[in-house]
């Protein structure tokens, strides 16, 4: 079944520092993939998303690539700031159903 | 900018008792979905929900959970006899459509307590 694999957290990272989080997927047929973030005390929002291979999602600094052949959606962004401080899910998109399948989660935290 | 909107922000209810979940999606999405976060834990889907009927669940949704769409805007969780383990926080999701490209629209969660 389609399943989604993210890099372990917690990432403490000082800021300014150059941030990648992993992700990797499983999945039949041609999905869509997300980045949603999580800040704290409030619901899911999304960051990112790709629809289709070699496609690079972008929003606030964040970029991930759609790479087909390694089947990943690596999460990556330049110089991050205290505010990014977060937890972040990679999911993608059933293609059948349409529902989201999520991975669980890598915690940033973001030190001044 | 619509927004998908849940209540109550937090419940706490004792072991046993009937809990009703509220969400109001995003008024021209068409598909509902409810997903469950044990604390610490990875977002798993629940539900989803198109013309009035269920279209998929999982197998967390068991017989004591329900939902229902009972007057066009509103859309509920109801989990008829809660356990501890329902301890988590709910979130509710609708999309405008059923392509794999529509986002989906999460609420900020109700957060459930069992004692």
């Known amino acids: 079944g389609n399943s989604v694999t993210q890099m372990e957290g917690p990432v403490t990272l000082s800021e300014e520092a150059f941030l990648t989080i992993n992700c990797t997927y499983t999945?039949?047929?041609?999905?869509?993939l997300f980045w949603y973030v999580q800040y704290p005390g409030e619901g899911l929002q999304l960051l990112l998303k790709?629809?289709?291979?070699?496609d690079k999602g972008s929003n606030k600094g964040f970029e991930a690539t759609y790479r087909k052949e390694t089947t990943s959606f690596h999460l990556e962004k330049g110089s991050v700031q205290v505010s990014d401080s977060a937890v972040y899910f990679c999911a993608l998109s059933d293609s059948d159903t349409g529902k989201l399948i999520f991975g669980q989660g890598t915690t940033l935290q973001v030190k001044p | 900018e619509p927004e998908v909107t849940q209540t109550p922000s937090h419940q706490v209810t004792q072991m046993g008792q009937e809990v009703i979940l509220r969400c109001v999606p995003i008024s021209n999405h068409l598909y509902f979905y409810w997903y469950r976060q044990i604390l610490g834990q990875k977002v798993e889907f629940l539900v989803s929900?198109?013309?009035?009927?269920?279209?998929?669940k999982s197998e967390i949704f068991d017989d004591q959970f329900s939902v229902e769409r009972p007057d066009g805007s509103n859309f509920t969780l109801k989990i008829r006899s809660t356990k501890l383990e329902d301890s988590a926080m709910y979130f509710c999701a609708s999309r405008v459509a059923h392509i794999d490209t529509g986002e989906l629209f999460f609420g900020e969660g109700s957060r459930l307590t069992v004692l």
């Open positions: 999945a039949t047929g041609y999905p869509s």
């Open positions: 929900f198109y013309n009035n009927e269920i279209s998929e």
């Open positions: 790709a629809t289709k291979a070699d």
